[in-house]
């Protein structure tokens, strides 16, 4: 069974990596996604990650079943988090589990490239100056509409 | 029929509000709500053209046909990880 959750909590990487790996496994693959303290030179103070919660939580199960799929495992947890982060914080993390390294790191992989392309959350960075952004994201590829 | 829509992070902002209910006429699509609620003027006619919707938790193209009760959001282009 796969595992996934969107939570406005804290995140531990190691709890994350403790819900996969079975006796069969030989590798497992942990990724971790944290607010960063500068975006293209300027300083940065925090994040706010705002979501579609609902939709965002379907979505990333969809994500962690393909990734399985794909991987030939079922040992696959991922979760994101949502609400005010600071620097240093962890917005997500991503672990697999397989018999061999190879699929766990591709499986991994394939979970962050799809939550950056189709996973409805949204970051606005808070900048040291006091200034704020919602940073330019992905356009979905499914249901794109752009001419109305 | 009705339909609630949902926004979110810059469309939020833009129009001032979280949330809407829109009538719309039977065999109404994707397309017909769009219209509808740039019709509204003001921040929605702002709204920018580069954005996905979901019906219902999944992404949708422009004809697909909406059904009372609907739950219609207008997504930005994302920025999870």
């Given at each position: 069974?796969t ?10 990487p ?9 006796p069969r ?57 949502l609400?005010?982060?600071?620097v ?40 040291l ?6 940073l ?13 | ?46 709204l ?6 979901a ?27």
């Amino acid at each position: 069974m796969t595992w996934s959750d969107v939570t406005t909590g804290p995140i531990d990487p190691a709890a994350v990596l403790k819900r996969v790996g079975e006796p069969r496994d030989g590798a497992a693959a942990l990724f971790v996604g944290m607010v960063r303290n500068s975006n293209e030179g300027r300083p940065v103070d925090g994040m706010e990650y705002e979501g579609y919660r609902d939709m965002a939580r379907d979505q990333l199960a969809a994500i962690a079943a393909e990734a399985a799929q794909q991987a030939g495992s079922d040992r696959v947890a991922v979760v994101h988090r949502l609400g005010e982060l600071a620097v240093g914080e962890v917005s997500v993390a991503i672990a697999v589990s397989s018999p061999h390294r190879a699929e766990a790191f591709r499986a991994a992989r394939y979970v962050i490239e799809e939550i950056k392309k189709r996973l409805p959350i949204w970051k606005r960075e808070r900048y040291l100056d006091g200034e704020q952004a919602w940073l330019e994201g992905h356009l979905p590829v499914t249901g794109v509409k752009d001419n109305r | 029929m009705k339909v609630t829509v949902l926004l979110f992070a810059a469309h939020r902002e833009l129009v001032g509000q979280a949330n809407t209910v829109a009538a719309l006429p039977e065999g109404a699509t994707v397309e017909t709500l769009l219209s509808e609620l740039k019709s509204r003027g003001g921040g929605w006619a702002r709204l920018p053209a580069r954005a996905a919707v979901a019906v219902n938790h999944k992404y949708a193209g422009g004809d697909t046909m909406l059904a009372d009760g609907d739950e219609v959001a207008l997504i930005p282009p994302v920025a999870g990880g």
